[in-house]
């Protein structure tokens, strides 16, 4: 039987490391505040928009809606984006994505500033990812992925991580991250042959295609650490991941269910990087040592 790496404990843990942090500067007149924009009424935006609140709250960081609508014109979003760059009471801005096909996605994330690109999404901010430096934030469920990996002590160093998908949201930067930490990394896509011998030779695979159960009893082999970033739903409706849990599980050394993996992670980064925005303004006004 595998060790089932849940979020419940790493979230509480990420929380109990926030909340004090937040009160000492809302001590200093600081409420870390976090902007949420949304174009449209997407309901996977809304239920995340939902969720993302409700973490918020019980850590104590405010947020702000802005909702746009879905045919606002580029220039009306940038705007909204020029405003938050200039608010010195917001200090993290989530933009959903995917935004209107009829939109420049790249262009507009490039409006965001980059001290306050709390999801990694802004070209500054990825550059910052792969130069290693402190300058930005990771997109947050790469960086849940490690904050995963560390909570339920599964060493990085010197180990092969296999990781299939290589989109800029998770595949390429949790490349980054683990190589940052000394791993050795393997990207695959969906042109990788052999995927399934590539997959069976790691000591960690992270699966993040959106491929609902793609990954079975011939990708694994026992010992590995399976971490699923994928959220998809099955034939009957129900959210799943990327591994087929139920066949693997039995195999591995640890897996991280979905739901309730590394998902609910990914939120709790979202709220301690705007925490960390709101303390580097704390540090760089002198409130703050
Ligand atoms: P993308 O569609 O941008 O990227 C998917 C990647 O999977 C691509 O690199 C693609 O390869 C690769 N791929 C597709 N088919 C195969 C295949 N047959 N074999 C190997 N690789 C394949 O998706 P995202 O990266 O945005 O998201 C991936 C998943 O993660 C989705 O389920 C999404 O919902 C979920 N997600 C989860 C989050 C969380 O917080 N847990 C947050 C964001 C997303 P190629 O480049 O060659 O096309």
């Keep these: 039987m595998a060790e ?3 979020s419940k404990p790493v979230v509480q843990a990420m929380g109990d490391d926030i909340r004090p942090r937040v009160e000492r500067l809302k001590e200093l007149g600081i409420t870390p505040t976090l902007a949420i924009v949304r174009v449209g009424n997407r ?3 809304l239920s995340y928009e939902r969720t993302a ?3 918020a709250e019980s850590l104590g960081i405010a947020t702000r809606v802005f909702e746009l609508d879905e045919f606002v014109t580029e220039y009306e979003l940038e705007s909204q984006l020029h405003a938050i760059n200039v608010d010195p009471s917001i200090h993290g801005c989530l933009l959903f994505r995917p935004l209107p096909t009829f939109m420049d996605e790249k262009k507009i994330c490039d409006e965001l500033a980059i001290e306050k690109d709390v999801d990694g999404i802004s070209t500054a901010a990825l ?4 130069t290693d430096s402190s300058e930005g934030f990771a997109p947050c469920t790469a960086e849940a992925c490690i904050k995963m990996l560390d909570h339920y002590g599964i060493e990085i160093e010197g180990k092969h ?8 949201v998770i595949g ?3 490349a980054m991250l683990l190589l940052k930490r000394n791993a050795s990394v393997t990207i695959c896509h969906s042109r990788t042959k052999d995927l399934h011998r590539m997959m069976r030779a790691a000591d960690i695979v ?11 009893p011939v990708h694994f082999s026992p010992g590995q650490t399976v971490l699923d970033v994928g959220i998809n739903f099955d034939m009957n409706g129900n959210l799943c991941g990327d591994v087929d849990f139920d066949a693997v599980e039995p195999i591995v050394a640890s897996i991280t269910p979905v739901p309730g993996g590394i998902g609910s992670v990914t939120t709790s980064t979202t709220m301690e990087h705007t925490l960390r ?3 580097r303004v704390a540090r760089q006004s002198g409130a703050l040592q």
Excluded: N, Q
């Design 206 to 216: 992270i699966c993040a295609t959106g491929r609902p159960h793609a990954y079975g």
């Design 172 to 174: 390429k930067p949790v």
């Design 277 to 279: 925005a709101a303390e």
């Design 4 to 6: 089932i790496l849940a």
């Design 161 to 168: 991580a296999v990781v299939v998908g290589r989109s800029l």
């Design 127 to 130: 550059g910052a990812v792969f």
């Design 53 to 55: 609140i409700k973490r």
């Design 43 to 45: 309901p996977d935006d």
